[in-house]
Structures are given as C-alpha cells and as structure tokens.
C-alpha cells in the first residue's frame, strides 16, 4: 500500500470511531503504533503502518485482549472486540492496550492475577467478587503484618475507583457500574491500583511522549 492509498486520519476516525488510546511504540512488531477505536460498542485495533505480516499482529494484539481482559471477539473479524456486559470500561482498557501490545504474542496469563504481593508493605492483596444484590461485589483483602492495614485498604480502593471507573459500595468493596463479574480486568487493574503515585508518574511520562510525536499526529506510518 503506497502512502497516498492509505486512509487518512480523518476516514479511520469515520470508519472506527473514536481513538481511545494509543501505544506509540509495539516491542514486538517493528516499533509500530497501535491505536484503540471505538464505535457503536465496539472496538477495533488499528495500525497506520503497512508492513508485512500486520494482519496477524493485530490479531495477537487481539487475542490478548481476550486472554488478559476477557472481552469477546467479534465473530469473523481479527481486529474487534466488545465486553458482552455492553459497557465500555474505557479507563480500564487503556490499560489493557498497554498490556496487549506490550506483551509477547506467545504470553499466557498464570493464574487469576486477583493476588499480588503489595509495593508499598509487605502484604499480600487479594480480590474476591461474590454476588451481592443482583450485582457482583469484589472485596480486597490483605493477609500479612502491616501498620494501619485498613488505611493501606481504603487507597487500593481509591485506585479501583480511579483507573477501573468502579463504585466504592463498601469499607473495602468495589463493583463495576456494570454491575457484572470481571474477574480478568480486575487481574489487570490489580498492580495500577496498589500504587497510584507510581501510575500517575507513568502516565505522565506517556502524555509527555504522546505531545513529542504530534507532528504526525502520534501514528507511525511504516
């Protein structure tokens, strides 16, 4: 595909919809850019470059979504995904980008991912969803020795709130505004909403990059 044949940003905007995040650099596929869509409830995977075997990256990138966020592909497509609840998630699936791209191909997830060991103590954290009220409510839990243990609860669910766009319906509970069982996305908000600090930093740093490749709108064309 020569340059002049491919889409403009404005006919991919038409096309996709909205783009809701972009990873500027994939590790594992030439440096491209990745960008997230989204449109009627659907999102779809798109890159500007034109390189050989692009199709099938965009269908691993795809599958981790799947794997790591537990969205369900679009029948007879490689590039679109959807939550089955019907919501969006957008906060958390900015998020998700990062994983899926950033991710070998071949990674597969171990476990739940609703344990992790804390960076600030030395607890262990942990999620459970049980089903409360017609809705799924996980509780987050610490076993180990900590000063405050209840105050080192109430930020993790802070971080919730903030990167999983979730309801605090309790001293140390959450539930998605769904109000349906995702255990996988809780998986991967589980190590952002530990450490807020650490996550602001991050995302700060990728604003940072974001404004440095504006002058071509922050898609790599090869």
Not at 72 to 84: A, G, N, Y
Not at 119 to 131: I, W
């Given at each position: ?63 981790q979504f799947v794997a790591l966020g537990g969205l369900t592909p679009i029948e007879d497509t490689h590039d679109k995904i959807r939550f089955l609840c019907g919501d969006l998630h957008l906060r958390a699936l900015r998020f998700l980008l990062a994983q899926a791209v950033g991710k070998s ?118």
């Amino acid at each position: 595909m020569t340059s002049a044949s491919r889409p403009s940003v404005a006919q991919v905007i038409d096309e996709y919809g909205k783009c809701l995040e972009l990873v500027s650099m994939d590790p594992h596929f030439h440096d491209i850019s990745v960008g997230l869509y989204l449109k009627d409830g659907v999102c779809t995977l798109w890159s500007f470059s034109n390189k050989p075997g692009l199709e099938e990256r965009i269908s691993a990138i795809r599958d981790q979504f799947v794997a790591l966020g537990g969205l369900t592909p679009i029948e007879d497509t490689h590039d679109k995904i959807r939550f089955l609840c019907g919501d969006l998630h957008l906060r958390a699936l900015r998020f998700l980008l990062a994983q899926a791209v950033g991710k070998s191909p071949d990674f597969s997830p171990e476990g739940d991912g609703l344990s992790i060991r804390d960076t600030k103590t030395k607890l262990t954290l942990s999620v459970a969803g049980q089903e409360s009220a017609g809705r799924c409510v996980y509780e987050i839990s610490a076993t180990g020795e900590a000063p405050s243990i209840p105050a080192r609860l109430r930020l993790v669910v802070a971080g919730f709130v903030r990167y999983g766009e979730m309801e605090n319906v309790g001293d140390a509970e959450v539930a998605f505004p769904c109000g349906q069982r995702h255990d996988r996305l809780m998986g991967i908000l589980m190590p952002y909403s530990r450490n807020i600090s650490a996550v602001e930093n991050m995302m700060e740093a990728d604003a940072m990059r974001g404004q440095m490749t504006t002058s071509t709108l922050g898609f790599s064309a090869t």
